[in-house]
């Protein structure tokens, strides 16, 4: 019996281990990926499920608000009545610009009241270009409050408060906080009117 308790321990304690080996990675692809405009498979899809921890729709991955969560934000392609193909966010929101901004001017001119309206699209590092987006037109610029935003052929991007799911942009051609805002298409020009 002696000899017994010392072997029973160590089978235990090699049980316990290997269980405790065969746990989940928070870095699993295994939600759901985007659809035809999400995001595609790779890396980002690893990234956007850690972040959203949902399912994915038609236009994107649900994820949390246009904050990343510390991931890098997610420019991809969807479409929108009336203005054609555009840029979207990891859920799929229609993407703006704010012609206030200067393209390329390297700063913002919507924060305050004006960014509770038209939320700038943050990211941690770098943001991917995906389903359709080209790498070459995305960047970032620093905010004011430190943090960065995503930015599309020189203008820094927006979503808009009053689109409440994907395929949406209310947004397009309205005037507010000085200017007039508008999606973007894929090769960076102005969509809608």
Request: hydrophobic share 30%.
């Amino acid at each position: 019996m002696n000899r017994t308790l010392p072997a029973v321990t160590l089978l235990a304690l090699a049980a316990a281990l290997a269980i405790a080996g065969c746990g989940s990675s928070s870095n699993s692809s295994s939600s759901a990926e985007g659809g035809a405009y999400g995001s595609g498979g790779g890396n980002a899809a690893s990234t956007q499920s850690t972040t959203s921890g949902s399912a994915s729709g038609g236009y994107g991955s649900a994820a949390s608000s246009t904050s990343t969560g510390g991931a890098a934000a997610v420019v991809s392609v969807g479409s929108a009545p009336k203005v054609g193909q555009v840029l979207v966010d990891s859920k799929g929101m229609t993407l703006y610009y704010f012609e206030k901004d200067k393209k390329g001017g390297g700063k913002s001119n919507c924060s305050g009241s004006c960014a509770s309206v038209w939320p700038p699209l943050s990211t941690s590092g770098s943001a991917k270009a995906m389903g359709g987006a080209e790498a070459s037109q995305t960047g970032t610029i620093k905010r004011s409050d430190g943090t960065s935003q995503v930015t599309y052929a020189g203008w820094p991007l927006y979503t808009y408060t009053a689109d409440t799911k994907p395929g949406e942009a209310n947004g397009t051609d309205v005037k507010s906080f000085g200017g007039a805002w508008y999606p973007l298409h894929p090769n960076g020009e102005k969509a809608g009117h």
